[in-house]
């Protein structure tokens, strides 16, 4: 059997209630948590227990998406893979990616987002896929110029944490331009 969320590292699936651990210890890595979005502030055992059982239980439709990156090494939970801002009638929608420290170079973050514009762009034909991008997330900026995205613009100042205003670079992929890299599967 073949599954168009499994890769060749990472495996796409639901979040289980039991995830919530590891995504209590992805939340404590505040370095992390500012590149991805904002610092958050913590949040109890009990709380993060609940997220997770309400996210798991949470119907997703094929266009908002919030899914587990497992890695098929180990079996470990490796990150999350989300969709927003989707707008059928422009074709158009934004995706983010995390990735826990330990499991960073690895290569999972370009399999699971892989698997994700596959599934978006030749299932529910969307024809292109927007990130942003805070301006001094280097590692970041790097993935998506290599994965193929297009730098599309840059909003000054436009987000405000750690003090100051920071820039967001704006990134594009099309359809096209995706299947030009990544071929989609021919086994129908």
């Not at 908002?64 to 707008?87: N, P, R, V, W, Y």
């Not at 969307?126 to 970041?140: D, I, L, Q, R």
């Not at 944490?161 to 331009?177: I, K, N, W, Y």
Request: aromatic share 12%; with cysteine.
């Amino acid at each position: 059997m073949s599954s168009a969320w499994v890769g060749d590292l990472v495996r796409l699936r639901g979040v289980e209630p039991e995830d919530w651990e590891d995504f209590q210890r992805f939340d404590q890595n505040t370095t992390d948590m500012r590149r991805m979005d904002r610092i958050h502030p913590p949040r109890s055992a009990a709380g993060q227990r609940e997220w997770a059982q309400k996210t798991a239980l949470k119907d997703q439709n094929d266009d908002k998406l919030m899914l587990a990156i497992e890695s098929l090494a180990d079996g470990a939970l490796a990150g999350m893979l989300t969709t927003a801002l989707a707008d059928q009638r422009a074709g158009r929608f934004m995706y983010g990616i995390a990735i826990g420290d330990d499991h960073k170079g690895r290569g999972y973050a370009s399999d699971a987002l892989r698997l994700l514009l596959s599934f978006m762009f030749a299932e529910r034909r969307f024809h292109k896929c927007e990130a942003s991008v805070w301006a001094f997330n280097e590692p970041s900026l790097a993935f998506h110029r290599k994965f193929g995205f297009q730098e599309e613009g840059r909003l000054r100042d436009h987000e405000f944490f750690a003090g100051r205003h920071h820039d967001v670079v704006l990134f594009g992929m099309t359809a096209p331009e995706f299947a030009a890299r990544y071929p989609f599967p021919t086994e129908i």
